[in-house]
């Protein structure tokens, strides 16, 4: 620094200038690509945990029944039951294999998910689960879904289940069949139409009875010839 002249001393101003420009430029570019990095590794860990959870979810949904998957394919299915749909109960196989094609789509998905989004450990059970299925074998979903589980906590900052704490078995969601909403809308249309009808006939009645009167209203007299 020199300051024994103005010019000097403005040459150093400007030069003191110049170099806290450089600085505060530089520490805002850094801070915005730590940044811009930061916001982008939220939104793939968002993304990530949104993901797993909704795998865990229809991987470990159910507590009772049936808890593993069925692997057969629709076509499979409908040649099972082929033979047995006139008869009440082959109806009621029918509906069930239905639901049992919906969960095994459903896992087949949340497999794919896992796969692409997992850990090693979670890619490692979510394959052999996918290759037991399809090679036609029924898979159990519980052990993946433990892993899942630990992995999600751990990932929100959340302690550990207790070891003491018995956990039962987990399967897979069972999936609400669609004729229990078509008969829920049917029976609605029902109601519906009763009322519809009840109206309609509380009309036609009161037109039987002949046109209403009309107080305070007087015919005109006939024409005089």
Not at 37 to 47: G, T, V, Y
Not at 137 to 165: K, Y
Not at 208 to 220: E, I, L, N
Request: charged share 20%; proline share 5%; with cysteine.
């Amino acid at each position: 620094m020199d300051f024994t002249s103005w010019q000097a001393a403005l040459t150093t101003m400007i030069g003191l200038a110049i170099f806290t420009l450089l600085g505060v430029g530089i520490r805002i570019l850094v801070m915005q690509t730590v940044q811009q990095r930061r916001e982008r590794m939220n939104r793939q860990i968002n993304e990530r945990l949104k993901t797993l959870i909704a795998a865990y979810r229809t991987l470990g949904g159910s507590f009772t029944g049936e808890l593993t998957v069925d692997p057969r394919h629709l076509r499979e299915l409908r040649t099972a039951g082929q033979a047995q749909m006139e008869s009440p109960e082959g109806q009621a196989g029918a509906g069930a294999s239905d639901r049992s094609r919906r969960i095994r789509d459903a896992v087949e998905a949340a497999l794919a998910d896992i796969i692409l989004l997992g850990t090693e450990e979670h890619c490692r059970l979510a394959s052999q689960a996918a290759a037991d299925m399809a090679a036609g074998r029924p898979i159990h979903t519980a052990e993946l879904v433990v892993s899942l589980r630990n992995f999600i906590r751990d990932a929100l900052d959340l302690e550990p289940i207790p070891a003491a704490l018995s956990v039962p078995l987990q399967g897979p969601t069972r999936s609400q069949g669609a004729g229990g909403g078509r008969a829920r809308a049917g029976a609605q249309g029902d109601r519906t139409g009763g009322q519809g009808g009840g109206r309609g006939g509380n009309a036609a009645g009161m037109g039987g009875g002949g046109p209403m009167p009309v107080f305070g209203r007087r015919d005109p007299d006939p024409p005089a010839f």
